[in-house]
C-alpha cells in the first residue's frame, strides 16, 4: 500500500488529501506530521454522502503514540466538519473506513507566522562583483591612460 | 567562535599511535570507524600526516553513508527520505539532504534551510528545537550543520552569530577536556533525567564544529579576498594611469 507522508509546514491551508484505498480502508495510508512539535488546530472536513442510510465511519488515527485524535469508527452522513486539538507529535492519520461514502477530505489550519515555513535564498554576495568590477575599472583607466 | 586550536589540540590528547585513531572521549577508549571518518575530514586540512594514516588503518574499508556528503560522495549518501519517511522532523536529516539538494541543484533545498530556520528560531534563545530535543537535550552538531548550510548559502551574520554560541556554550574552557566541543548541552534543571553520554566533549562533535568553524572562515576569507583584489585592481588601475599621464 502507498504510504504518503506530508509535512504540515510545507502544505498551503486548506489542501485536499486524494482518497488512497487499500483492503481495509476507503482511504488510509495518509499521513501528516509536523515538522515543529507544537500544538495545533486542525479542522478535517469530509465530503460525503447525505443520504441518511448511507452512513460512513471515519477516524483519525496517530500510530506513533497508538490513540485515536478522532475517535475510532465515528459515525457521519452528509459533509461533516470536526475541529481536533492536535498537540504536533506524532502523526495525524485521517481514516475512512471500507464502504463508506466519502467523496473527499479536506484539512485547513492556520499556522501562526513564527511556524511557517518560507523558503531561503542564497544570501547576496558583492565580493565576486566587487572583483569584477574592480577588474574592469582598473583595466579601463590603464587603457583609456594609454591612448593619451 | 570556535576556537580551532583548541579544538585541535583536545582532538591530538585522544590520537593513540598505537590504534592510528582517535579515540571517542577522553574516559572512553573505543576507535569508532564513524568518529574517525569525521576527523579524517578535518585532518586533511589541519594534519595530513594523521589523515593519511586514519585512511590508510581504520577506514580503509569504511562508507559514511551521511557525513560522505562532505566528501562530495553522492553516490554513497543515502539521502533522508530513504533514512526515514518523516526526516523533516529530525534537524541533522534535514540538514544532510539540504547538502544533497544543493550539491544536486534540488529545487527543495530553499525549503530545508527555511524548516531549519524555523526549528532554530523557535523561540530565539540559540537552540535548534527538533523531535528529538525534548528527549536528548540541545545538540551541537545540529547547530553545527545549521551554520555550515548558512554558509553554503552566503548567509554569513547568522552562521557566524551560531558558531559563537556553539563556542560559548559546547566548548570546554578547561580540565581534561579542554578544547574539546560537547554533544549536548542540559539546562540544569533537567540534570539527573537525561543519559550523561552527551555531556562529554568528542572526537564526533568536536570534528564536526571544527569542519563548520573552517567551512565559515574559509567563505569569509574567499569574499573578503575578491573584496580586497577589486579594490587592488581599481587602485592600481588608477596608479598606473596617473604614472602614464605623469
Known sequence: MAQYRYPLELQTSPFAIALNPNETYDH???????????????????????????????????????RFLLAEKTAITGNTEFVIEWDGSGVFEPRVWLGSFVTSITIAFNLPENQVVMEIRPGFNAAPYALAMGAVVGIGLVATGRRK | MIDIKSALYFLDNLWSDEHGAFQEAIT???????????AWLVMRKHNPEKARIIEQGIISDYISVRWCIFNDDLVNFVQSPDVLPDYMRYADLVALQFFYLDKTKGSLAGYHLGILNRMYGLYHDGFIYDMVTSRE?????????????????NLMTLAGQILDWVGQKYQVLEGAELGGIKTEWIPPEWEGQYPTLGRLANTETTALAIMAQDW??????????????????GAIGAITRARKQK
Open chain 1, 28 to 66: 488510509v495510508g495518509v499521513y501528516i506530521y509536523r515538522t515543529l512539535i507544537l500544538p495545533i488546530t486542525i479542522l478535517l472536513s469530509f465530503a460525503a454522502s447525505s443520504i441518511e442510510t448511507e452512513i460512513s465511519y471515519v477516524e483519525v488515527f496517530d500510530a506513533d503514540n497508538d
Open chain 2, 28 to 38: 572512553i577508549p573505543i576507535w569508532w570507524q564513524l568518529d574517525n571518518y569525521m
Open chain 2, 137 to 153: 537535550g540541545y545538540t551541537a552538531y545540529k547547530l553545527c550543520l545549521f551554520s555550515m548550510c548558512l554558509v553554503k548559502y
Open chain 2, 216 to 233: 565559515y572562515d574559509a567563505k569569509k576569507s574567499s569574499n573578503n579576498f575578491m573584496l580586497g583584489a577589486g579594490v587592488g585592481f
